[in-house]
């Protein structure tokens, strides 16, 4: 079946500093991946996304690439700020899978100044 | 401006007593989604409308049920409300259901049964 695992949290970084949160899937056939974001008492939002293999999502500095090689969407971001911190899924969307988003457990970021 | 609105932000409720959660968009989307959202978990999605036709999670009790009048609105009833079902819940939308569309949220709803 379809499935998404994301490295667990809580993550706490330094401002400036760099920020990976892993991210794998399983899935048959090309699904098309998602990374959300959840401030703090808010619901989500569309971080950045990709939709085949080798292309790049980008939004506010974040970056993820579709890696088919090694099933992974990884997110990242070269200098993390408070603002930053909040709740990151990774997701996924296969049209074989009930044509539904399946979600990774969540990833919590605290960015200290 | 807000374009998926949920009413209300928060909401309290008695056990066993219906409640109604509402969400409304402004994006004229053919999706509407319900998902429910409990503490430190994912969203885990109840049902969607497409248009007027509606499909069911097979997961999803029967207590929630849902209710989409028109194009932009969306109603979550929860007919006998037990202390399981305190969570958020998240409306969203879509404009499709391809594998390319994004999905617009809500703020959700907090709902606490006492």
């Known amino acids: 079946g379809n499935s998404v695992t994301q490295m667990e949290g809580p993550v706490t970084l330094s401002e400036e500093a760099f920020l990976t949160i892993n991210c794998t899937y399983t899935a048959t056939g090309y699904p098309s991946l998602f990374w959300y974001v959840q401030y703090p008492g808010e619901g989500l939002q569309l971080l950045l996304k990709a939709t085949k293999a080798d292309d790049k999502g980008s939004n506010k500095g974040f970056e993820a690439t579709y890696r088919k090689e090694t099933t992974s969407f990884h997110l990242e971001k070269g200098s993390v700020q408070v603002s930053d911190s909040a709740v990151y899924f990774c997701a996924l969307y296969n049209a074989g899978n009930n044509r539904k988003l399946i979600w990774g457990l969540g990833t919590s970021l605290a960015v200290n100044p | 401006d807000a374009m998926v609105i949920q009413n209300p932000r928060y909401q309290v409720t008695q056990f066993g007593k219906p409640v109604t959660l509402s969400c409304s968009q402004t994006l004229n989307h053919n999706v509407m989604y319900w998902y429910q959202q409990k503490s430190s978990q994912a969203p885990k999605l109840l049902f969607h409308?497409?248009?007027?036709?509606?499909?069911n999670e097979a997961d999803t009790p029967d207590n929630f049920q849902s209710r989409r009048p028109n194009t932009s609105f969306c109603f979550l009833d929860i007919r006998s409300p037990g202390l399981g079902d305190a969570a958020m819940y998240l409306c969203a939308t879509s404009r499709g259901l391809g594998g390319d569309t994004e999905a617009f949220f809500g703020q959700g709803t907090r709902l606490t049964v006492v």
């Open positions: 409308y497409y248009d007027k036709d509606f499909n």
